[in-house]
């Protein structure tokens, strides 16, 4: 907004007003949960290629891991897009980079994940040149990483927002990504041994365990870090806007799946290693819903 000009030097004075209401919408919620996918799958076919490197069930998942890597990626940069202030203008971000912006570094970084994942998808359906696509492959799950990682760092530069924290935000980051990779895997994988989804079933409960037991940490002590904090799990505390969807979120996000696996190893179910799977991936969208929006009900002065 502008406050005034000044005649002589032609400098434009401005006030700096905070903006109200919500900045980051479901569009950042999709960006994170479509990224998760996108990256998890790629660390949980790496796993399953150096544990079963001689099952020809795990190499016959080089193209489906790939491509379906390539749609949720897809996803995570067409909401990344949708939500920027001008999104034609974001070639910007590539011509005159800040080196300081997480936002720029992720969009470079998503960018190159996304060569390398068309690589794969060449190498695996017209080439079919496995040596080549196992090349790439490692390069593509290095790369994984950091691109997972990044929204952690986004998140940690609101400094306004003590919720959103380093080195928490980047434990959950990966969490998610393990969480929502192997249960993509076990929907992906039909064909692979018992022992194989057996052991995605175990990545899948380990997951939601620790990202559970994190939520919680941050729901009874995270008070005692700031009173921002205190006042922001406010809203998901008692008779709160968003009480409802943070326990849903949790529920079916981490409980019922780590309870379906369970059951599953006891019975040697794989329809409710399957239905896990589903309950996971559903219920991550509204555990990352919730903790982007709760933040951004706070007043700031």
Do not use: C
């Not at 030097?9 to 006030?15: E, I, P």
């Not at 929502?180 to 022992?195: H, P, R, T, V």
């Not at 040697?268 to 509204?286: D, F, P, Q, R």
């Amino acid at each position: 907004m502008v406050h005034e000009t000044l005649s002589a030097t032609h400098a434009v004075v401005t006030l700096d007003v905070a903006l109200p209401g919500i900045v980051w919408p479901w569009f950042v919620t999709m960006n994170m949960w479509a990224k998760s996918i996108g990256t998890g799958i790629i660390f949980m076919l790496f796993y399953l290629s150096k544990k079963y490197a001689n099952d020809d069930a795990v190499g016959a998942l080089r193209f489906p891991v790939a491509m379906t890597s390539m749609i949720f990626i897809s996803i995570f940069l067409l909401f990344t897009l949708a939500d920027l202030h001008q999104p034609f203008r974001m070639w910007h971000i590539f011509f005159y980079p800040h080196w300081t912006s997480p936002i720029t570094i992720g969009a470079i970084m998503a960018s190159a994940f996304a060569g390398l994942l068309t690589l794969l998808l060449y190498f695996s359906f017209v080439k079919k040149d496995n040596a080549a696509y196992d090349k790439v492959f490692f390069w593509t799950m290095l790369l994984a990483i950091p691109v997972t990682l990044y929204t952690a760092a986004l998140l940690a530069m609101s400094t306004a927002r003590e919720l959103w924290q380093m080195p928490t935000e980047s434990v959950q980051m990966i969490l998610a990504a393990t969480l929502s990779g192997s249960g993509a895997m076990i929907l992906l994988g039909n064909k692979l041994s018992y022992e194989a989804k057996r052991d995605m079933g175990i990545v899948l409960a380990l997951s939601a365990a620790m990202a559970f037991i994190i939520y919680m940490s941050e729901y009874i002590f995270g008070p005692m870090k700031a009173e921002e904090v205190a006042a922001t799990l406010e809203f998901i505390k008692g008779h709160g806007p968003y009480t409802t969807m943070f326990w849903l979120g949790q529920v079916f996000a981490f409980i019922l799946p780590f309870v379906l696996i369970m059951l599953s190893f006891a019975s040697k179910s794989e329809s409710l290693l399957k239905l896990a799977a589903v309950s996971a991936i559903a219920g991550l969208w509204i555990v990352k819903h919730v903790w982007l929006m709760i933040p951004q009900l706070l007043n700031m002065s």
